[in-house]
């Protein structure tokens, strides 16, 4: 029977989550939706040393900003995760920590059925195994090679077992991996892959200091639980995988086993390696969706305070490893889901540029009505003391310079001389442009647009061979500040004629 479609993404709340995090969302999105299927969201909590307050919040806002919306394991009327379960969350609780009852059996399970078993060295005895090892220039593995010389299930008596699990509680339950099996696995990125479990240890799958599943046991007992059909994830986990396989193997699982994809690292704009927060720090772009501030008060940036569309940055994000096979670049949520594949994810890492984020956003900005920019624009000008401007003015200059900026926060430095006049006049362009000559030539014409209009002035101009281009700019310098800048016939039509002539009379000085 053809399953239907759940795949999940299953972040851990151990800090912000970072651009390449959101890509994962976003593909785990895109490939339920094209699908009809459900995007659930798991939160893996397992690992209280690592757990940081607000990360999980912070996922939540961050994908709602993006329009990552979850079919289950979110409430998005309340932006919490779902700790009850319901028909829509029959899952719930989708926290780990709050699901930790849930797995212990499992592990027993695993030990009775001789894939796990319990494990009793202490953290000293580990260490001084591994000094022992490295003394002799090798590294220690738990595995087939090691186990039976350490202190666990396998190497004592029932009753000495017996007697540990109730008298301590520091035991671990380790999984038994097989020696010398080849595990064959496909992931839907990269092929077949085969690897030799010798090369691989019996990891830790259950605590009883915490009573807690480490992420392998939790994310597989999760999966199976929640009928997950495909696992999409970053590259790191790709390591993981044959014991994944593996323990399907050992829950007897393999037929309802999820596919697995691993997608390809996000890499630095220049050099090689992992795009890092560094990197956004050196370069100044943002990494993170949004703004966070760690527990140092350090701030972290991001795209949304940074003045990106969400529209842009899922747009930028969903190109960075991913191609249509086209030339088209620009997708909306909805242009995305019918276009996504998981064929057309490519096996090598995506080069990050910033250049190529601004230009996504530029090009979203142009496509945004007018009006819509100067609903945007009207919080600033109120942050620069501006008050009072007719909503339909703003409107008029959003349409004016919508073409020449790249966030919305680029209009006051464009355009703050349509609703202010200059105070201040680039330097090089008044020694340029505010000669004696240039200066009366200019008054002159000013008081003819006055009259006469602007086109028969210029008219005039011609007539006299007077220089057009210096005579302009000396009044654009008057109008902005500057001898760039609109047209002056745009001006005009915003400022009007008596604002122009008062803005005039700084030629007079
Ligand atoms: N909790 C893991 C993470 O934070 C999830 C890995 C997976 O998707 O299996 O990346």
Known sequence: MERRTRVRFAPSPTGPLHMGG??????????????????????????SQRFVP??????????????I?????????????????????????YRQSQRRGLYRKYAEQLVADGWAYYAFDTA???????????AQGQTFIYNAGTRDGLRNSLTMTEAEVAELLESRTDWTVRFKMPQGRIVAMDDMIRGHVEVNTNTLDDKVLWKRADELPTYHLANIVDDHL?????VIRGEEWLPSLPLHYLLYEAFGWQDTMPKFAHLPLLLKPVGNGKLSKRDGDKMGFPVFP?????SEGETYHGYREDGYFPEAFVNLLAMLGWNPGTEQEMFDMQGLIDAFSIEHVSKSGAKFNPEKAKWYNKEYLRLKSDEELA?????????????????DYVVRVCALIKERATFVADFWDIASYLFVAPTQFVEKDVNKFWTAENKAMAL???????????????????EREWPMGKIMNSIRLALVGASSGLGIADILGLIGMDEFQRRMEVLKK
């Open 69 to 93: 919306i979850p079919d289950e394991g979110v409430d998005m009327a309340t932006g919490k995760v779902v700790e009850e379960a319901s028909e829509r969350h029959p899952h719930a609780p």
């Open 290 to 294: 949004l703004n966070w501030k760690n």
């Open 226 to 230: 929640m009928e997950i059909t495909e």
């Open 375 to 391: 609903l945007l624009f009207e919080p600033i000008l109120a942050q620069h003391g501006v008050s009072g401007v007719e909503h």
């Open 124 to 134: 000293e005895e580990l260490n001084a195994a591994r000094a022992a090892a490295e």
């Open 22 to 47: 959101v890509r994962t969302a976003l593909y785990n999105y895109l490939y339920a939706k094209k699908r009809g299927g459900d995007f659930i969201i798991r939160i893996e909590d397992t690992d």
């Open 54 to 67: 607000g990360a999980e919040q912070y996922i939540i806002e961050a994908l709602a900003w993006c329009g």
């Open 444 to 462: 002159e014409i000013a008081g003819l647009i006055k009259t006469i209009g602007l086109e028969q002035a210029e008219q005039t101009i011609r």
